[in-house]
């Protein structure tokens, strides 16, 4: 009898682990094909769509700044990440078709700060040329590692110094530093949750190539 009760306690507990594990499982993929595809929820917001690059901070520049007009390119490489020649558009807007460089911040290799944000979904849907994926594995980063740009066939090296998270209310991240030449990556995270509650940022200063 006593064997028969153990026996059941343990079916019982293997059960409902299956269940979590399976939920586990699940979640994360309900989630992406929920809200990632429509570029996620922001908390402060929950029905901004994070794919245009005017809604990734709160008290920052005007949606009207984000003029898809008189548009230039540069390009972006994360040896670590895979990512290679990356499209950055200076001034754009839509997150699904290339890496944001957002207005007003400096160009590769001047004084000052040249931010770019870039989308992420769950890791495991990481795709280093889907540009909604592009930024999954960001958080993978860590100092020291080298980001590279080509800037109208300048290639510039900048090498990590810090990473932190801030609220999208946090806009001093967007701050100009006439110091030296700085790069920050912003990406939202945790990468695949659905609430979008935070932005990585990834702080990087160039270096002599």
Known sequence: MKKNIFLKVIAVIWAISGVVILAGVIWPIVSYQTFSKGGGQDLLNPVVDLTKASNWFVGGEESSAFSQ???SYY?????KL??????????????????IQYPGTALPGKKGNSVIFGHSVLPIFYNPKDY???F???PTLK???DILINYDNIFFKYRVE???EVYPTDIQVLQQDNSDSFLTLVTCVPPGDPRKAKRLIVRARVVPL
Do not use: H, Q, R
Request: hydrophobic share 45%; proline share 0%; no cysteine.
């Open 132 to 134: 909604i994926s592009i």
């Open 69 to 71: 007009s008189k548009v």
């Open 82 to 99: 895979k990512i290679k020649d990356a499209v950055v558009a200076i001034g754009g807007e839509d997150l699904s078709k290339s890496l």
């Open 143 to 145: 100092i020291g590692d």
């Open 136 to 138: 999954s594995t960001l």
């Open 75 to 79: 390009n972006l490489s994360i040896s």
């Open 162 to 164: 810090s990473m932190f």
